[in-house]
DNA sequence: TCCTTGTTTGCACCCGGTAGCAAATGGAGC
DNA sequence: GCTCCATTTGCTACCGGGTGCAAACAAGGA
């Protein structure tokens, strides 16, 4: 368990500089293959490699972000995070994985990692408030925000999303065509709820044909709320009285309403009551789903995403179109 | 978008040296009530706050410690690197999410971790192959590593897991009670499987009573590869001859053997064939599976792993008993 | 051969803290 | 007022590399 050789000790074996050394490990600087390959030689004896921390240090750059999550209820964000974590170690980044639970104060937390002089923080559709984000000590001088999967709606902080309006033009289409006419939107927490969109355009979408959507409220965004919000309008509406189709806000709730229509209720999907989600989680596509949903473009969302972080691309608010995939349910 | 204040900068406006700074902001440290006052007031209006990768340069530790998952299909990983980072950040720590898929080195990943000077690196039950651990690049001056929810058949790399032995002697121990005679294992990849142990402990149970267990094998560990190891086993045996439990080497294996059951083959669980899990995912609770499993001590491993990292707890391998959660698919 | 030009190499200083020692300070006891 | 001892404060040296400049060196042209 010996010490770590440095760039001096190196150099001294290899009978150059500590700056000789150094070159040899940055690409592109200006140093003779005969010393390089003095340097790699001694190097590869001393089991030698740079140390990052003290780079960071001296360039200002830490090739860190730091992801921010706070809802580990749906597996939809273990897909977030592969393709997150993916896509910036593909760029020579690494992620700072940050749990904001709930009793984690968010500011806290985005000042904790920007004492670790990360280059970015992500936001993954994570449940913070938009004024928490406005706190002046996080607006000065520390690492740019971006936030993925959700709005912001907040000046200055750019986020990359699935383009909501587009998204619920598709399904609405896709519902008219069915011959559907009597819809329900299930939506989660209110403040979430607004900044994903989904609502307002979908109820805007039948507004403008005169149709009232049936609302059905669930929250937090879990299996478990979205059953019960789905009993509770079970118990609510008798059989006759009831929509004909629902729309979540995401294919957890709609797996929640699903296991009640189908396990409870004892209710057939799609004859009774469709239903479409939103995400295209893994599970949706199982058997015991077969949910009709929206897929999110997430591989572009995330390269979007990294381009921007890299500087290949202006810091601007992205929305991306997704993709409707057709299963049983709807 | 002004640049962050140093202890320096803040010395100056409050009229002491930048050592006092420090001390005002180590806990502990010798100064009176004066001088940290002044101290935090010209903080306070600096917005400055120590820059953690000087320090852990000087301190030699980044309080940073290197997570590697590789398997993303398994939404079970999720609670994993919950209750993972959770604990990290309970005691200071945070981690460093390393997503190691097939097509990326493990040593690579390992050794970059390592220039990182992350305190020590976690495998979060990855399919690494132990010979890989062996590099004696790795063994020399890098972090400690260790093992979560996986044996390390590696001397002096410490894993913290679930006590296998136990927990296949329970789940016998109530499948005999329940009259069951005719038992299978699914397994996922062999040399992972034979890592978990659970396929051997469950054999060698049902061994010293002279049956034989039915084998049924399931690679990579995903709901596919359960669905698609059932759906073969299925064919390759007549109703009269089958199996009349099936214990799986995790939930998701269960989940697609649970699906191909019900919803291909039109069978019922248990009557026709009961179903047993091992992790206790979260679906395994909804009324689609409801699938009698095996809970892993998830809290008490990721609280003892911190322990080790922490140094309150020697660096050993430490098996905890899990608990068995009936329902009715067993 | 000498001078010019371009490439290598070495160097002082810097990134923003920490450790441990030495000097300065302050209060108690005489 | 003075000494003594305990705090408090300042300082040097250092963590391990990076930057920009100057010196050293090599190659090409006259």
Redesign the pocket.
């Known amino acids: 368990m010996k010490?770590?050789?440095?760039?001096?000790?190196?150099?001294q074996l290899a009978?150059?500089?500590?700056?000789?050394?150094?070159?040899?490990?940055?690409p592109g600087?200006?140093?003779?293959?005969?010393?390089?390959a003095k340097v790699m030689a001694a190097a590869e004896q001393m089991n030698?490699?740079?140390?990052?921390?003290?780079?960071s240090?001296?360039?200002?750059s830490t090739r860190q972000v730091a992801v921010f999550v706070d809802d580990f209820a749906n597996p939809y964000k273990l897909q977030l995070i592969e393709a997150t974590t993916a896509a910036l170690q593909a760029e020579g980044l690494v992620a700072l994985l940050v749990n904001i639970n709930e009793h984690l104060d968010h500011v806290h937390a985005i000042l904790n990692a920007d004492q670790r002089q990360v280059d970015a923080v992500v936001l993954l559709g994570t449940s913070f408030r938009e004024e928490t984000l406005a706190d002046s000590r996080l607006r000065d001088g520390g690492p740019p925000l971006f936030v993925l999967a959700r709005d912001s709606q907040l000046a200055g902080i750019p986020a990359v999303s699935c383009d909501s309006a587009v998204a619920m033009e598709d399904i609405c289409r896709h519902l008219a065509a069915r011959g559907f006419g009597r819809p329900g939107f299930m939506s989660g927490p209110r403040t979430l709820s607004t900044a994903l969109g989904r609502h307002r355009h979908f109820r805007d979408h039948w507004a403008s044909r005169g149709i009232e959507v049936a609302e059905l409220q669930a929250s937090p965004y879990s299996h478990a709320a979205g059953a019960a919000a789905m009993r509770a309008y079970l118990a609510a509406n008798p059989p006759g009285a009831r929509i004909d189709v629902l729309v979540c806000e995401n294919d957890i709730l709609a797996h929640g309403a699903l296991d009640v229509l189908r396990h409870e209720a004892g209710l057939s999907v799609p004859s009774d009551m469709a239903v479409v989600g939103f995400d295209d989680a893994a599970p949706s596509a199982l058997p015991g789903y077969d949910l009709t949903t929206y897929r999110q473009p997430v591989g572009r969302m995330v390269e979007t995403l990294v381009d921007m972080l890299s500087g290949r691309r202006p810091h601007d608010t992205i929305v991306l179109r997704g993709e409707l995939v057709l299963r049983s349910s709807a």
Chains 1, 2 share one sequence.
Request: overall charge positive.
């Open positions: 010490k770590r050789a440095t760039a001096q000790e190196v150099a009978g150059v500089s500590k700056w000789t050394v150094i070159r040899a490990f940055t600087a200006s140093i003779t293959e005969v010393s390089r030698y490699r740079p140390n990052l921390l003290a780079r240090l001296a360039t200002r």
